[in-house]
């Protein structure tokens, strides 16, 4: 995997509002370069699961249309599998990759922050300069609604939610490799809907896995806002049954306050709970950019989109993919926003090239990590009917296995190599 160099960005245009030439650093003396828009020109925002996707099969179906990547991070970090970073069982390199691949197709990456959109002028605004498009991609993940639990605005850059893959996953683990054995991890799960319903209670697994076996006398205590546990719900259930001195789960027990002096959050049924460690996942909403441009609906958190296009339903020549979305009925998972990706590339080469699109219908697989070496799986079958997304069928594994981890492993280096490959 190559290191990529020190970012650049030159704006060489005219005046005023740059339409010119941007130019981001990509690998040392290879820099890319935006011009002026010359042919057809898909711009899509956020080189993550949806993103990378969705860049990089638009250049796959039609080579003639120029795709421009905006994505600030240089690398990936892949969020399935970072909770085994926790646990220690992975490494944060073991999940980390480049965006190389996506650049031999030929996609331009600048890693830069899309700063607006301006739909009635088709383009997208980076600080000063503007990028045109023809159509606009946007799969910019979630932001979080720090304002929900009292106190946590002002302590919100330490108090970890480790929710993005990447540094704050590396230190909540050694928060807990330096917690000392008899320590409480306290980890808040938000109501529905969040990205990756499994994910806290995998989590969970991953930390009472870890204390069980490097620090016995600790435990971890899940405080729950969920009524129940929200997905693969009996699995988990038998799961945490290997933990009985290491993990408590609470339902029903909404985080509403944090205190870091006292080292406490408060619940909404006035309990106090002390922690040594805390994980605090917020609520959350479709990243800042959708919100900020008004894709999102009434709810002002989730951006609704035809389900056949992904085109919002608030915008033209707009398409949404990934956790931002809802009103399909699927999770907001690394596996539906590949999906979608590849589903809304298509669509897109269909509608420059002034054709149908196909409807084709997304799928859903999302593995869960239990311990080091066992996990579960979820399988989504789809179809489309009148022009929306419905479920045919849902299926479990019938409980956790070996053998079920040896599937996962592949399916995750089958995954990031048709996203970043
Ligand atoms: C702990 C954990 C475990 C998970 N495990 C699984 C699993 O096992 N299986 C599974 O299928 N899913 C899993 N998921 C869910 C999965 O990670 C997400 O569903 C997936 O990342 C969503 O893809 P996305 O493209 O919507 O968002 P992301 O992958 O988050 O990508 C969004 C990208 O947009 C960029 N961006 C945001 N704003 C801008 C802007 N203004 N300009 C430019 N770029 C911008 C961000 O930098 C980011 O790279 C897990 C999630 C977590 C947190």
New binding site residues.
Partial sequence: MRTLSRRQFLRTSGTGLGLGLLTAGGLAGCATTVGPKTGRRVVV???????ATAAKYVRLADPSIEVVL????RQ?V??????LVLSGVRSIESITMDYSGLRGHGVKILH????AIEPDKKRVRVGDDAIEYDRLIV????DFQWEQVEGLPAAKDTVLH????GPQTVALARQLQSMPDGGVVVMSVPLMAY??P??PY??ACQIAWYLKTSKPRSKLLVLDANKNIVSKTGLFQAAFKNYPNNLEYRPASRVEKIDTSRREVTTEIGDKVKYDVINLIPPQRA???AVQADLVGADKRWCEVNHVTYESVKQKNIHV????TIGLPVP??????NSM?KICASAVVHLLNGKEPPQMPPV?????WVSDKEAMAVINSYRIAQGKVVMIEQKLTPGASVAFAQNAEGWARSIWSDILG
């Avoid at 905006?70 to 991070?73: D, G, Q």
């Avoid at 480790?162 to 893959?165: H, I, S, V």
């Avoid at 907001?332 to 926003?337: E, H, L, V």
Wanted: aromatic share 10%; with cysteine; proline share 7%.
């Fill in positions: 925002i956020g080189g993550g699961w949806g993103g905006l994505e600030p991070n990936f892949s969020c399935p599998f970072s909770n830069q922050e899309a700063t799969s910019p993940g979630v480790a929710w993005k893959a990205r990756c499994p994910g995998e989590r990243g800042a950019i993919i990934g956790d931002a907001k998972s690394g596996t539906m926003a990706g859903n697989v999302c593995y869960s």
